[in-house]
């Protein structure tokens, strides 16, 4: 099988490196597709990429894995949807745009709502597979516990929280929180990590990084892979962010300012003055500790670190099953705005 592993954020780094492994693992050929603005930040240039969409169709593809929203139609492949977070609140997260004949879903509240619309539109299959992005919640659960000890232990402080707030102007929490955060820093148990999605307002984002310059319990992260900072905080602040499912899956507690979601299983404040009291809570005596467990079922009950392989193996059945997909059908429209995007 040859495969395309379709990069146009950096946040698709994270997700489809582990299924670049598997595919290694089973022999399988691959090349990146990187947009010309990410090549700067790509990992891994010892191996194939390109940023032609040419080179794409040269290569004779038999499988796209794509974490994003869109997909050149006239590219031959199974067009994989491997999706790039978990929020299902969030607008346009169940929009079908009919580029994808697979979506490879996280858990069973996805998989129902996708079974539900493939019925329903007749051009696309759902396979439940989790996500590969998590894979390392097994694989390297334990790899940042040093790290952890020595930022405890420099700061002389007890917990470690995280504060990643959405980049969405109309969700982040980031411009109402940052009088707040400073507030919360008055606690010198308290070491407070800033992680800014890459498309964050950067006047917003320089105003905490000059807190930061002068609060000395207060740092911010810019590296761009959250994982680590995932793994080794206590708990976490954000707001309407897929980041918070993430968090949630390592059955830790989570705090967030008017988070719009239907399965709060953590807890939302509806003003930011409320927000020292609950992290408080919170990180004492964790009273959403059995939502939380419902969450986890739902979204993502994986915790085998195997998801990727069970996306290759999705993906590698629907081809015995249904051979290899030489375009898509669309509407003019979306022919003439991948036309105009990706030629």
């Known amino acids: 099988m040859k495969c395309i592993l379709f990069c146009e954020n950096p946040y698709a780094f994270g997700i489809l490196i582990p299924i670049s492994k598997e595919l290694q693992k089973r022999g399988h050929s691959y090349i990146w597709y990187i947009s010309e603005h990410l090549i700067s930040e790509f990992p891994l240039k010892d191996e194939s990429y390109t940023t032609q969409i040419s080179d794409l169709k040269a290569f004779v593809p038999d499988a796209i894995f794509v974490p994003g929203n869109e997909v050149p139609h006239f590219l031959r492949g199974v067009k994989t949807q491997v999706f790039h977070g978990l929020a299902g609140e969030k607008k346009g997260h169940f929009r079908i745009r009919h580029y994808f004949d697979l979506y490879l879903t996280p858990g069973p509240f996805f998989t129902k709502k996708f079974k539900e619309l493939s019925l329903r539109y007749k051009n696309f299959e759902v396979q439940e597979t989790g996500w590969s992005k998590l894979d390392v919640y097994s694989t390297d659960i334990d790899l940042y516990k040093h790290d952890k000890s020595m930022l405890l232990e420099k700061h002389q402080a007890e917990n470690i929280i995280l504060y990643a707030p959405t980049f969405s102007p109309s969700l982040t929490s980031a411009p109402s929180l940052i009088k707040e955060i400073e507030i919360l820093a008055e606690d010198k148990n308290?070491?407070?990590?800033?992680?800014?999605?890459?498309?964050?307002?950067?006047?917003?984002?320089?105003?905490?990084?000059?807190?930061?310059?002068?609060?000395?319990?207060?740092?911010?992260?810019?590296?761009?892979?959250?994982?680590?900072?995932?793994?080794?905080?206590?708990?976490?602040?954000?707001?309407?962010?897929?980041?918070?499912?993430?968090?949630?899956?390592?059955?830790?507690?989570?705090v967030t300012l008017n988070a719009r979601s239907p399965q709060l299983a953590w807890h939302n404040i509806l003003k930011q003055d409320d927000l020292v009291e609950s992290v408080n809570t919170n990180l004492k005596s964790d009273p959403l500790a059995n939502k939380r467990a419902e969450i986890i079922a739902k979204y993502h009950p994986y915790t085998d670190g195997e998801s990727s392989k069970r996306m290759v193996e999705a993906t590698e059945q629907y081809i015995l099953k249904n051979g290899v997909p030489e375009k898509r059908n669309l509407s003019i429209f979306r022919k003439y705005k991948i036309n105009k995007k990706y030629r």
């Open 190 to 254: 308290k070491l407070i990590l800033l992680k800014f999605h890459d498309l964050m307002d950067s006047t917003i984002v320089n105003k905490y990084i000059k807190l930061a310059n002068t609060v000395t319990n207060i740092v911010f992260i810019g590296d761009r892979n959250i994982i680590k900072y995932l793994l080794i905080s206590d708990l976490m602040i954000s707001d309407t962010s897929s980041v918070v499912y993430e968090f949630l899956l390592l059955n830790k507690p989570v």
